[in-house]
């Protein structure tokens, strides 16, 4: 079942997703050569709290961290380490959640360290870019292979590769709920959009081919052929008037 939100439970959607990108704006801002990411998973944790929701990744499948830091061609799912220390020049992707009254939010991004090489400036521009293609995509009387679609058709078109062992999924009562919303896909299959739909689409995209594997630490997914890849994340509502993204790290009023 794909759960449809009242407009009391997206108005708790907005609360939670808006303290999600804060976290992720936090973290963004914080990226300097030095930083471990276990300095910015505790970042993302004070600004989650600080803001009277729990990070809903903490604990999640037995997750360590609050947030998922995924250096270079680490793809997602990297564990906050004292002993990783991001460098100039490294391409940084978090990924941040939060719960609050029930409702959870989740986004992610990819940020520079510095001056990157022009490769990796265009891997992240085109991933940000296909995530927008996305989210235009994601209207009433769509399908979610239609925003599958238009991912892929972009990133394709720019020489990179969508990601397919992971995919965007519904989020709301639960950080995952039906349906999955794949980066790749066939325009007009899959489950009709309605409004009050909440997705999260994320596009994963590898610089080289598509392929992953996971580490022996059990969580951190990599390139398989040591390509970089970028990760952009918003949760948006399926609206009559078109997609909402509910990801905004706008300041309480
Ligand atoms: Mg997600």
Same mark, same amino acid.
Request: one cysteine or more; glycine letters at 12%.
């Given at each position: 079942?794909?759960?449809?939100?009242?407009?009391?439970?997206?108005?708790?959607?907005?609360?939670?997703?808006?303290?999600?990108?804060?976290?992720?704006?936090?973290?963004?801002?914080?990226?300097?050569?030095?930083?471990?990411?276990?300095?910015?998973?505790?970042?993302?944790?004070?600004?989650?709290?600080?803001?009277?929701?729990?990070?809903?990744?903490?604990?999640?499948?037995?997750?360590?961290?609050?947030?998922?830091?995924?250096?270079?061609?680490?793809?997602?799912?990297?564990?906050?380490?004292?002993?990783?220390?991001?460098?100039?020049?490294?391409?940084?992707?978090?990924?941040?959640? /939060?719960?609050?009254?029930?409702?959870?939010?989740?986004?992610?991004?990819?940020?520079?360290?510095?001056?990157?090489?022009?490769?990796?400036?265009?891997?992240?521009?085109?991933?940000?870019?296909?995530?927008?293609?996305?989210?235009?995509?994601?209207?009433?009387?769509?399908?979610?292979?239609?925003?599958? /679609? /238009?991912?892929?058709? @972009?990133?394709?078109?720019?020489?990179?590769?969508?990601?397919?062992?992971?995919?965007?999924?519904?989020?709301?009562?639960?950080?995952?709920?039906?349906?999955?919303?794949?980066?790749?896909?066939?325009?007009?299959?899959?489950?009709?959009?309605?409004?009050?739909?909440?997705?999260?689409?994320?596009?994963?995209?590898?610089?080289?081919?598509?392929?992953?594997?996971?580490?022996?630490?059990? @969580?951190?997914?990599?390139?398989?052929?040591?390509?970089?890849?970028?990760?952009?994340?918003?949760?948006? /509502?399926?609206?009559?008037?078109?997609?909402?993204?509910?990801?905004?790290?706008?300041?309480?009023?």
């Amino acid at each position: 079942m794909i759960s449809v939100k009242t407009a009391h439970e997206l108005e708790q959607m907005r609360v939670a997703c808006r303290i999600s990108a804060l976290a992720l704006k936090a973290a963004g801002e914080a990226i300097e050569a030095g930083i471990t990411t276990a300095d910015i998973d505790k970042i993302v944790y004070d600004t989650i709290i600080r803001h009277g929701a729990k990070p809903n990744f903490k604990g999640l499948y037995g997750f360590p961290g609050s947030a998922c830091i995924s250096v270079n061609d680490q793809v997602i799912h990297g564990i906050p380490s004292k002993k990783v220390v991001i460098r100039p020049g490294d391409i940084v992707s978090v990924d941040t959640g /939060a719960v609050i009254g029930g409702f959870h939010g989740d986004n992610a991004a990819t940020f520079a360290c510095g001056k990157v090489d022009s490769e990796a400036q265009r891997l992240m521009d085109v991933t940000r870019e296909s995530l927008y293609k996305g989210i235009a995509a994601a209207v009433v009387g769509s399908r979610v292979g239609d925003i599958s /679609a /238009a991912v892929q058709a @972009w990133v394709e078109q720019n020489g990179f590769s969508v990601v397919r062992s992971f995919v965007g999924h519904g989020v709301g009562k639960k950080l995952h709920e039906e349906p999955e919303v794949p980066n790749f896909g066939t325009a007009g299959r899959g489950p009709r959009l309605v409004g009050g739909m909440t997705l999260a689409i994320e596009p994963m995209v590898n610089q080289k081919g598509y392929g992953v594997k996971t580490l022996s630490d059990e @969580w951190t997914v990599v390139t398989a052929d040591g390509g970089l890849s970028a990760h952009f994340e918003h949760t948006i /509502a399926i609206t009559a008037n078109g997609p909402e993204i509910l990801t905004v790290a706008k300041e309480e009023a």
